[in-house]
């Protein structure tokens, strides 16, 4: 069965640094894998996905994660974080035939000042 | 679109009694899933139904749980009799049959007294 391992609970990140959440997976196929983001009361929202091709995704407020086969990484990356992207992120895991999704435990980014 | 609605947003039950969480899920999505979100767990798969057809039940965790979808525009999960340890936020997600990106609700938040 999939899985997916979020090492970091919580990571802070001053305003304007770079930002990257990891994201392992394990699957013994090709995944298609996720990243969806939670502000505090709210539902989660797809921030980008990767099913196949170029392994370096684009996604919406400037996110983009890369994926590595060798290394079974999803990893979700920002070159300047602002303070509205504190929220929590979370990693997922889709199988082949792919009807469900898994969810990582997710990381709580702080953004500093 | 109105995007998937939950209702109600916020829940607060008396130990005993029965709850009943409702979702409408987004017009032309054929899955329906149910998630429960704990501090302790993270997101967990609790069922999920295709074109109105439970699929797969094996996260619902006993047997007060019970969902049901009697058409493509409405779901409802229910917990009888309701229990403290039920506490946690359950969301509601659907998606196309070809489009892998989960459409969350903004969730119900329980708390049972």
């Known amino acids: 069965a999939q899985s997916v391992t979020q090492p970091d609970i919580h990571i802070t990140v001053s305003e304007g640094a770079s930002l990257e959440l990891r994201c392992n997976y394990s699957y013994g196929a090709t995944p298609y894998l996720f990243w969806y983001v939670q502000s505090p009361g709210q539902g989660l929202q797809l921030l980008l996905k990767?099913?196949?091709?170029?392994?370096l995704v684009q996604g919406i407020k400037g996110f983009e994660a890369e994926f590595k086969r060798s290394q079974s990484s999803f990893n979700l990356r920002k070159p300047s974080v602002h303070w509205s992207d504190a929220a929590e992120y979370f990693c997922?895991?889709?199988?082949?035939?792919?009807?469900?999704?898994?969810f990582g435990t997710g990381t709580r980014l702080l953004v500093s000042p | 679109d109105a995007g998937v609605i939950q209702s109600p947003r916020h829940e607060v039950t008396e130990m005993g009694q029965e709850v009943t969480l409702r979702c409408k899920p987004i017009?032309?999505?054929?899955?329906l899933f149910w998630y429960r979100q704990t501090m302790m767990r993270g997101l967990e798969l609790l069922i999920y139904?295709?074109?109105?057809?439970?699929?797969?039940d094996s996260g619902m965790p006993e047997d007060r749980f019970s969902a049901k979808m009697p058409n493509a525009s409405f779901s409802t999960l229910k917990i009888q009799p309701s229990e403290p340890r039920d506490s946690a936020v359950y969301f509601c997600a659907s998606r196309p049959a070809k489009n892998y990106g989960y459409t969350f609700g903004s969730g119900t938040r329980l708390t049972v007294v």
């Open positions: 997922a895991v889709g199988s082949t035939g792919f009807q469900k999704l898994v």
């Open positions: 990767y099913f196949s091709g170029d392994t």
């Open positions: 139904f295709n074109n109105n057809v439970p699929i797969d």
């Open positions: 017009s032309g999505h054929d899955y």
